[in-house]
């Protein structure tokens, strides 16, 4: 694609200035912060690709929401215009409002799983994995073998292999598994889709089985705008008509309304049983609020009923979409291994191959976090060895097949012109990849490590060569 046959959809009302501090600062800040880019200050960060979560800007239709908040501690209008949007564009029966995504993770983790239960899924995620084992779970990895390829271009990495999710469900038995748990797209692979085709599939599997399928919803406008380009059969279809069919193949849904539904806080558990309903209702009093707020105040309720209308608006998706693939084109056509093919949310380098002189256990994602925001102010997120976290029983680290450093593109914030300062600071930190130090990790939390782990540099030893 190039820049020029393409605008933002939207023109800017306000600005936020940005503050861009000089190497040898940023160098000074990053030691301070343990080497870590969740423990920087905001305001000392250029561009911040930390996250697409909670990170958007809001439209004015958004803002005008906020004045309509109906801060009623029961029975507030704009839960009943939040569940009416849900409904409409994504068709399930019953809402629970969380405070954000992980809330109603925990929710349906507290309800459908019991110890020693398997919950397999099309590649795991932080906090998903998190509160499935907390409440005595046992994830399994069902995605296909592509993604964990980074040089694979197939383009639908996001899919289940069905043969593996048949094994399991033969060795433990279907009333052994607490329900699948699927992704639209998969954040860990890359920002990955799965097919249409390949939902049916697995759904007709599931049903023989009496599986449920609970879909991480996050970000499913961006799938469904993916089918719509790629998958045979449906170029002619709405991203609405496709996101509300991909939600129809599935028993329910856990939401971060930070991701598509363009707000800065809030998610929901949306579900078709009612008798799961009624438990949910009940323990969401217990960890968030009423079960007509669930931790969200009247005000984001609104912002994000809307926002799930704004989020599969063509034009809307289309440049969102669009504008990730321009950088990750960028970096690509530069020589910079990134994951192929390019996803819906962010570029994910290879941080293996970008730094092949740094072993995995010297933590090379967490090391190019580092050196991105040193050379250009650029915040990044690793997605390696650091976010998969330990094996509770062993105790060792997780040895994920992909090292990747993620850099999200939070929704209409960026210009294209940001986005050639970002790809300078990573082809500058390319051109220098041999000088970039290992890490050692010397502070490690118990849940969620990736957030306030702390570390040293360390030599590796084609750096010391190079010297």
């Not at 809330?103 to 239960?117: T, Y």
């Not at 323990?283 to 809307?306: K, N, P, Q, S």
């Not at 999200?408 to 986005?419: C, E, F, G, K, Q």
Request: net charge negative.
């Amino acid at each position: 694609m190039k820049k020029a046959t393409w605008a933002e959809p939207y023109k800017i009302k306000m600005v936020e200035p940005l503050r861009n501090i000089t190497r040898n600062e940023r160098e000074k800040l990053v030691k301070l912060a343990g080497y870590n880019t969740f423990q920087l200050k905001a305001e000392d960060v250029y561009i911040d690709l930390l996250t697409d979560s909670g990170t958007g800007a809001m439209s004015d239709r958004q803002w005008a929401g906020l004045m309509m908040g109906d801060e009623s501690y029961s029975g507030s209008r704009n839960f009943y215009r939040l569940e009416a949007a849900v409904h409409e564009y994504y068709g399930y029966k019953y809402v629970v409002p969380t405070h954000q995504g992980r809330g109603a993770e925990h929710l349906i983790s507290r309800l459908l799983i019991r110890p020693g239960m398997y919950v397999p899924g099309n590649m795991y995620f932080t906090s998903t994995r998190l509160h499935q084992e907390l409440a005595g779970g046992i994830f399994v990895d069902v995605i296909v073998d592509e993604a964990h390829d980074p040089d694979s271009g197939f383009p639908f990495k996001g899919n289940v292999d069905l043969q593996k999710l048949e094994n399991l469900i033969s060795k433990v038995g279907a009333a052994n598994i607490a329900y699948l748990s699927l992704a639209t797209t998969v954040n860990m692979a890359g920002g990955q889709p799965i097919s249409l085709e390949n939902l049916k599939q697995v759904r007709k599997l599931t049903q023989q089985h009496n599986i449920l399928i609970i879909h991480d919803m996050a970000r499913v406008a961006e799938n469904a705008y993916m089918i719509q380009q790629l998958e045979p059969g449906y170029a002619d279809k709405s991203i609405a008509a496709i996101t509300k069919e991909i939600c129809s193949l599935t028993d329910g849904a856990v939401m971060s309304g930070k991701k598509d539904a363009l707000v800065n806080i809030g998610g929901l558990l949306a579900i078709n049983d009612q008798g799961v309903y009624e438990e949910a209702k009940n323990l969401v009093i217990v960890y968030e609020g009423m079960h007509t707020y669930g931790g969200m105040a009247g005000r984001d309720m609104e912002a994000m009923a809307i926002g799930i209308a704004e989020s599969v608006d063509e034009d809307h998706i289309s440049f969102r979409v669009h504008q990730v693939h321009y950088l990750g084109n960028l970096l690509r056509d530069a020589g910079i291994p990134v994951v192929k093919p390019i996803g819906t949310h962010g570029v994910f380098i290879n941080a293996a191959a970008f730094l092949p002189h740094i072993p995995q256990i010297k933590f090379p994602a967490q090391a190019l976090t580092v050196a991105l925001y040193e050379a250009g102010g650029i915040r990044s997120v690793e997605r390696g060895i650091v976010s998969a976290g330990r094996n509770k029983e062993t105790g060792d680290h997780h040895y994920p097949s992909l090292e990747l450093v993620r850099l999200a593109i939070p929704r209409r914030v960026y210009t294209m012109s940001h986005l050639d300062v970002v790809a300078d600071a990573v082809v500058d930190v390319f051109e220098n990849r041999y000088r970039v130090p290992g890490l050692e990790m010397v502070f490690e939390p118990k849940y969620m490590r990736f957030f306030q782990a702390r570390f040293e540099q360390v030599v590796c030893e084609p750096q010391s060569i190079l010297e």
